[in-house]
């Protein structure tokens, strides 16, 4: 296997791994007695601090169990959960959160140096402008990019009608102005420069927001971080959006390639769904969708120029992605920063789907469809593989990559699969034929077929191979069966895309769901564990070697029931460890207290947005920042 072939591969394997209690209850009394004036007074003016003296009288005891309030006072760094009293200032935990402590509640953290001021002011939505002086296709996308950003902002919004049109505003103009280097820049690729600055400073009453960047694709990422200086404060009579007064920010990537794998084919997940996904890897500055779209069970793509692969592959008639389908949420992501690589793996995981040769004359396309006993040819069932003998296997591959290349305009990168092929599937499938050529080791035949499918790859992509063609690491590409084999990949002059099982698989931990064959990878990652995954610390190869580093999400046990939950929070802590790559104390091992409490704060941002993120732990830890740990 010449190395210029396969520049890229990916690690996948599944085998391894109160101390005076009547001053208290006097306290809460009173608060009662100030909830109530403050209920009957709220029509005409805004609670700001209140004043005990002179209200004891109106204590009723039945008012005890109306709602205590509290309030957050930033002490050593973090947010300290107080009961109101005489003089207490009234802030929110989520105003305390954005002003408190050293790290900026921006996720990821920013790579560069940044500064968030202690200040804040509020503002009404349909004060946000936009000015740039970016033209044409750039100015299309930046129009399209902060209008997401509008909307973000509005789903921060608790009150969304009275915050509209209420008469709350500390400033009189908030603008954003973006300026980008090189306009011309709309696709993204791996050399695509996604960095970004912004600073926010106050004008007298005029707040301004500016984002520089080389390309659209920063830009966007740098309205992704204004709308992380935005809050909402829930303390006012009606509650108001807020911003910080002054911030600095300079900001890239680490890697290039910061990808989310999902599955489709062991549980088809609909297009909507699919849509959360790139919502929230954008909510995450993380920029490829890998879609593992098709494997053994089904084959829900539509090929237009083999419309038999997901007639005979999907489960069922509505569990089809159109060609249509995918090329609008092809530009739906790219608006949002995000590429899609499809991957049809082969040429093991193919069997549904590669069923109809037969019957249309192109004879045996695949082999060990379905067989049984599954685990004889196959590490979960069904299993099937492709035919290497037929070589109309490789004429519809051809035509599967053209149709593939069209809808997604993708050129640079593709995924040919190639994982986990099971050699007695085939020798078994040889045997049957006495004129097939002798192999002594199927490795070669192995080697052949990638070999031809790679020329069909490039004559699919019009005579050019794509500049990143990506494959799973396999016993094709290294020989051990533990991460410590990306060393061995790096050495063979591969670059690599890392996705090590033991920190990024995020499928693993549910136990079985069948009664044969290992609980594939047990146990459940932590979020603590993908974050705290940092594989090129190690050696300073995997530095000069990693162009990128993606999150797998299999779908045996998952459909979009449970699909957010399963990513998020999880998806987010690797999003940071490949954007800026926090350090890592080497001594403990542990993870920050400001990180828990940035991601706590980051969960609620995604919630407003409508996705389901898994509780990090119980509430209380989120009312009292630091005490949990
Ligand atoms: C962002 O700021 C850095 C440091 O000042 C500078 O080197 C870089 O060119 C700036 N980027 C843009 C797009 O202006
Ligand atoms: C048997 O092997 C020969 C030689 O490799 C090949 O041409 C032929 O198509 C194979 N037959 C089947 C049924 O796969
Ligand atoms: C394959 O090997 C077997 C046994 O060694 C031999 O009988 C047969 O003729 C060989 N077939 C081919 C096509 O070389």
Redesign the pocket.
């Known amino acids: 296997m010449p190395q210029d072939q396969w520049p890229i591969t990916s690690n996948r394997i599944k085998i391894m791994k109160a101390s005076d209690l009547r001053r208290a209850l006097l306290l809460l009394l009173l608060l009662c007695g100030v909830l109530m004036v403050y209920f009957f007074s709220q029509q005409t003016s805004r609670l700001t601090i209140p004043h005990l003296s002179g209200i004891e009288s109106s204590i009723d005891s039945a008012a005890l169990k109306t709602d205590v309030r509290w309030s957050w006072l930033c002490t050593k760094n973090h947010c300290e959960k107080i009961p109101l009293a005489t003089g207490t200032p009234m802030q929110s935990l989520s105003t305390c959160n954005m002003l408190c402590g050293d790290s900026p509640q921006i996720w990821p953290i920013p790579s560069g140096p940044s500064k968030i001021g202690t200040e804040a002011l509020a503002f009404r939505v349909n004060q946000l402008q936009l000015e740039t002086t970016v033209k044409e296709s750039a100015l299309a996308y930046l129009e399209q990019s902060f209008a997401a950003f509008n909307d973000n902002v509005v789903s921060y919004m608790k009150k969304r009608d009275s915050a509209l049109t209420q008469i709350r505003s500390d400033i009189d103009s908030f603008l954003v102005k973006i300026s980008v280097v090189q306009a011309n820049i709309i696709r993204l690729r791996m050399n695509t420069d996604e960095s970004y600055n912004l600073t926010v400073n106050l004008y007298g009453k005029n707040l301004l927001a500016s984002i520089n960047a080389y390309t659209v694709f920063g830009a966007r990422h740098g309205l992704e971080t204004l709308s992380q200086l935005i809050w909402w404060d829930e303390l006012d009579t009606s509650g108001t959006l807020r911003i910080v007064t002054n911030a600095i920010v300079h900001d890239k990537p680490l890697l290039p390639y910061r990808g989310i794998m999902l599955d489709t084919s062991r549980n088809f997940i609909s297009i909507p769904a699919i849509k959360k996904v790139i919502n929230g890897m954008a909510a995450n500055k993380l920029n490829v969708f890998h879609w593992h779209v098709s494997d053994s069970q089904s084959f829900p793509l539509e090929i237009p120029s083999v419309p038999q692969m997901h007639l005979y592959g999907a489960y069922q008639t509505d569990m089809v992605y159109t060609a249509q389908e995918v090329a609008e949420l092809v530009e739906y992501s790219r608006l949002k920063g995000v590429r899609i690589v499809i991957e049809i793996d082969i040429p093991a995981h193919a069997g549904n789907g590669w069923t109809w040769g037969p019957q249309e004359g192109l004879g045996e396309l695949a082999v060990c469809v379905n067989a049984q006993p599954w685990f004889m040819y196959c590490g979960e069932p069904p299993c099937g593989q492709l035919n290497p003998e037929n070589q109309q296997v490789y004429e519809v591959l051809e035509r599967i990559y053209r149709d593939i290349i069209k809808m997604t305009g993708e050129d640079e990168l593709f995924h040919i699969g190639g994982d986990e092929v099971n050699l007695d599937c085939w020798e078994q499938h040889l045997l049957k034929n ?5 192999y002594t080791d199927l490795h070669n035949l192995w080697g052949e077929f990638t070999l031809k499918i790679l020329h069909k790859l490039e004559r699919a992509n019009g005579g050019r191979k794509p500049p990143y063609t990506i494959a799973w690491s396999s016993n094709l590409n290294m020989g051990a069966s533990d991460w410590s084999e990306t060393r061995e990949l790096i050495s063979d002059g591969y670059k690599v895309i890392l996705s090590h099982v033991n920190a990024w698989y995020l499928d693993c931990g549910f136990g079985r769901w069948r009664e044969r064959g290992e609980a594939a990878c047990d146990p459940y990652r932590p979020w603590q564990t993908v974050y705290l995954h940092q594989p090129w610390a190690y050696d300073p190869l995997y530095k000069s070697h990693t162009v990128g580093a993606e999150a797998c999400l299999w779908s045996e046990q998952l459909d979009e029931l449970s699909l957010d939950a399963r990513l998020w929070p999880r998806a987010a802590a690797f999003a940071e460890r490949v954007w800026s790559d926090p350090k890592i104390n080497p001594d403990t091992y542990g993870i920050a207290e400001d990180v828990y409490t940035r991601l706590s704060v980051h969960r609620d941002r995604m919630m407003s947005r409508d996705l389901g993120v898994e509780a990090l732990w119980p509430r209380w830890c989120t009312q009292n920042p630091g005490m949990c740990l």
């Open positions: 006495l004129t097939s050529t002798n």
